[in-house]
């Protein structure tokens, strides 16, 4: 690339920052009814250009060689009407959400009469790169502009095709509704310089959320000048406590395990007390290596399961997000926790326990951003918590933790409502 | 400095963010009546150890020459009996304040019966990097792990001794109630260095707090490789309505700007509608010269108080932390908007006015940290918005915005309750 061509794509990129800066700030005189009817107006359209966008999409299909995808991501590139259907049905879902903008999250009236509000705000500008499917071009842009902020978004570019003209079909419907169409902007241009640039300019963009592998996620956090929500992996436990349910430990280890494989809220660690080991471990052991998983344990578990091999350090350490799994037997529940802090990637942790101490124990000295007490690792998700749509999982502990919704894309401001009232 | 010091340095900044990590493992333990009764004990020992405190303060004094401090810094360094008194009723202050840890914030029943609880916790290990006063010491170390942190305190060199013989006795009132000692730490060398050594330590800590100069905040942000709350300059503006009540404007265009002149929520700018310039203007820039205020306007300024020297584009943006302001009259709330906006450092804006339309769209419109209607900028502060006790005033979006009390150095995480649930 030339000098000049490089100049040319910083100013693109400082000029799409400055559009989405000014469409924040019209955003703060969008009322929530506003936004709604954009969404449904939204999906409304998208449901009508089905034609369009399924023809947009083969542009992406028939790319889709060229760029060495498999099988299996073709068939999570490829739209058809009732994908989008889907879409369209997933925007009319965050129009029903609760506005969470201007809304008083906490209130005090002080002795001198100051009346002080803490109001949720918009945090201004996100910028969002994902390396996913076209589905979640229209999800971001929902959840971003539903909780007040404009977006930038920067898609793969497998799904280049598909994700403007899903765009195009919310810009226009913008116009409808007095929203600003810069508010969504898709980013114009695969080249990786762009995302650089945008790192950059932590004047106009408020976050940074990367979404996507490892690789991507660290080069945002190191590049980015601006704070970022981070979504590392999902090194996930069951511990099996020596006052389980067995039964219950065996279908919540199995479920946690084997429900999906490649997900950020799989279970990659079991950890179970040694004075249920001999009962506990070869039964599960017999009912994971029956679905195909691969056990690797440390010596106890090796006595009680014969197919299991091996664990080393790396492997309580590893997201595998396949059919293995890592096991270890410990003295006590001090020491389960202390393991588990140790290796796990601070996502989601789970005990199985009839003992209301343990139980409470494990929640308090847990440092994970969900633990889960006799139930499933995968339900550490936005909509199974209920957040109605998330734009990722963050596992970082600063300004938001665990499955990101609307309020997590938010700030406040303190609104002091006096009648006069000077210092003394 | 030779390269074995550089290493001795960066294995003591290591070591030490170890204890610290260590320590806030064991503060989830530590239950909020301990907490509360080792800032009572140590507020006690603090007020028996005056003489001992007094004494390592003269050592700092006896050094302030060699720091070149000015005559009103080392007044601000000195300890008698009656700071220290202050600085242990402050604790009991914290001590009395709620405990923030364990609050469950939000919780929801799921269809499938599972108990969805969001829990306050501690973000875990905080570095504290300022340049004041002693007193700062203990508050940091109180408010700190009041809210179940360990901290790691780097203070100023002119403040070494006093502040060691504080942290000292801190630490031996934490061994009455089995609080880990390394809870508060303090950095026990001058080395500038050291700070770099520990901000690339975001292993072990959490977030980054750096309060003092714009120089101190602009090294820290740049250079930390975790969370930092930053407190950046005030450039905070008195907006005068349209429909003001001139005297209230009056009085608290002066208490903004003349109540203190060096402090961060001071106004640096007033901004007056056309309509009332004629009327407002002269005889607030008559209140103001008296007081010894310089006044930099623009034209229609300089046509209503003579004295008024030109206001440029810098005076605008100006924190000036002394007896100047500059002046602008717009021709409308929008255009008052528009230009605090573009100048303010997102800090304190106060509007003045009986106009309920615009009080709340100058609040909707106006993102800052605080929006006051008809109240003096100076009330943006932790103790007049009662939280208590605050570590300082963020300028950011993310995380916390504001006053930053007990709550800012918290995170949370789900806790689940089940009974077997999997997911199908």
Same mark, same amino acid.
């Given at each position: 690339m030339s000098i000049l061509e490089n100049q040319d794509l910083a100013q693109y990129c400082l000029e799409t920052a400055l559009r989405a800066k000014e469409a924040s700030a019209l955003l703060a005189l969008v009322s929530g009814a506003q936004k709604n009817s954009w969404l449904r107006e939204s999906a409304k359209r998208l449901r009508a250009a089905e034609k369009e966008i399924i023809a947009a999409n083969a542009l992406d299909l028939a790319a889709a060689p060229q760029f060495g995808l498999t099988p299996a991501e073709v068939d999570r590139l490829k739209l058809d009407g009732k994908r989008i259907e889907g879409i369209a049905s997933g925007l009319e879902q965050i129009a029903m959400l609760e506005d969470? =903008? #201007? *809304?008083? =999250?906490e209130s005090t009236v002080r002795p001198n009469g100051l009346d002080i509000q803490k109001v949720r705000v918009p945090l201004g500008v996100v910028f969002f790169i994902y390396e996913s499917r076209p589905n979640v071009t229209a999800d971001a842009a929902a959840i971003c502009v539903k909780s007040g902020n404009a977006v930038i978004l920067r898609g793969g570019k497998e799904a280049a095709h598909s994700s403007r003209a899903i765009v195009e079909v919310m810009q226009d419907a913008a116009l409808d509704y007095d =929203?600003?169409?810069?508010a969504v902007q898709l980013v114009?241009?695969?080249? *990786? !310089?762009a995302v650089g640039h945008f790192l950059k300019l932590n004047q106009y963009i408020d976050v940074a959320i990367p979404r996507g592998g490892e690789g991507l996620i660290r080069r945002v956090a190191d590049e980015a000048t601006m704070p970022v929500i981070k979504h590392f992996n999902g090194n996930c436990h069951v511990y099996v406590d020596r006052d389980a349910d067995l039964d219950m430990a065996m279908s919540i280890t199995v479920n946690s395990k084997c429900? *999906? $494989?490649?997900?950020?809220? !799989? !279970?990659e660690s079991l950890v179970v007390h040694q004075d249920v080991a001999d009962q506990f471990l070869p039964a599960i052991g017999a009912a994971l290596i029956e679905r195909g998983v691969e056990i690797r344990g440390d010596s106890t578990t090796q006595s009680l399961i014969l197919k299991a091999k091996t664990a080393t350090d790396e492997d309580f350490a590893a997201? $595998?997000? #396949?059919?293995i799994i890592s096991v270890k037997v410990v003295e006590s529940l001090d020491a389960a926790i202390r393991h588990i802090n140790l $290796?796990?990637?601070?996502h989601t942790e789970s005990i199985i326990t009839r003992n209301l101490a343990a139980a409470r124990e494990f929640a308090s000295r847990i440092d994970s951003s969900a633990v889960m007490i006799n139930a499933s690792? *995968?339900?550490?998700?936005g909509g199974e918590f209920g957040? #109605? !749509?998330? =734009?990722g999982i963050s596992?970082?502990?600063?300004?938001a933790r665990g499955p990101c919704g609307l309020e997590a894309l938010t700030s406040y401001k303190y609104v002091v409502y006096g009648d006069g009232q000077i210092r003394s």
């Amino acid at each position: 690339m030339s000098i000049l061509e490089n100049q040319d794509l910083a100013q693109y990129c400082l000029e799409t920052a400055l559009r989405a800066k000014e469409a924040s700030a019209l955003l703060a005189l969008v009322s929530g009814a506003q936004k709604n009817s954009w969404l449904r107006e939204s999906a409304k359209r998208l449901r009508a250009a089905e034609k369009e966008i399924i023809a947009a999409n083969a542009l992406d299909l028939a790319a889709a060689p060229q760029f060495g995808l498999t099988p299996a991501e073709v068939d999570r590139l490829k739209l058809d009407g009732k994908r989008i259907e889907g879409i369209a049905s997933g925007l009319e879902q965050i129009a029903m959400l609760e506005d969470p =903008i #201007g *809304r008083v =999250i906490e209130s005090t009236v002080r002795p001198n009469g100051l009346d002080i509000q803490k109001v949720r705000v918009p945090l201004g500008v996100v910028f969002f790169i994902y390396e996913s499917r076209p589905n979640v071009t229209a999800d971001a842009a929902a959840i971003c502009v539903k909780s007040g902020n404009a977006v930038i978004l920067r898609g793969g570019k497998e799904a280049a095709h598909s994700s403007r003209a899903i765009v195009e079909v919310m810009q226009d419907a913008a116009l409808d509704y007095d =929203i600003p169409p810069s508010a969504v902007q898709l980013v114009n241009t695969a080249d *990786r !310089a762009a995302v650089g640039h945008f790192l950059k300019l932590n004047q106009y963009i408020d976050v940074a959320i990367p979404r996507g592998g490892e690789g991507l996620i660290r080069r945002v956090a190191d590049e980015a000048t601006m704070p970022v929500i981070k979504h590392f992996n999902g090194n996930c436990h069951v511990y099996v406590d020596r006052d389980a349910d067995l039964d219950m430990a065996m279908s919540i280890t199995v479920n946690s395990k084997c429900h *999906r $494989y490649g997900v950020c809220n !799989a !279970a990659e660690s079991l950890v179970v007390h040694q004075d249920v080991a001999d009962q506990f471990l070869p039964a599960i052991g017999a009912a994971l290596i029956e679905r195909g998983v691969e056990i690797r344990g440390d010596s106890t578990t090796q006595s009680l399961i014969l197919k299991a091999k091996t664990a080393t350090d790396e492997d309580f350490a590893a997201e $595998y997000l #396949g059919p293995i799994i890592s096991v270890k037997v410990v003295e006590s529940l001090d020491a389960a926790i202390r393991h588990i802090n140790l $290796y796990s990637s601070k996502h989601t942790e789970s005990i199985i326990t009839r003992n209301l101490a343990a139980a409470r124990e494990f929640a308090s000295r847990i440092d994970s951003s969900a633990v889960m007490i006799n139930a499933s690792t *995968r339900f550490n998700d936005g909509g199974e918590f209920g957040l #109605g !749509a998330e =734009i990722g999982i963050s596992t970082d502990k600063f300004h938001a933790r665990g499955p990101c919704g609307l309020e997590a894309l938010t700030s406040y401001k303190y609104v002091v409502y006096g009648d006069g009232q000077i210092r003394s």
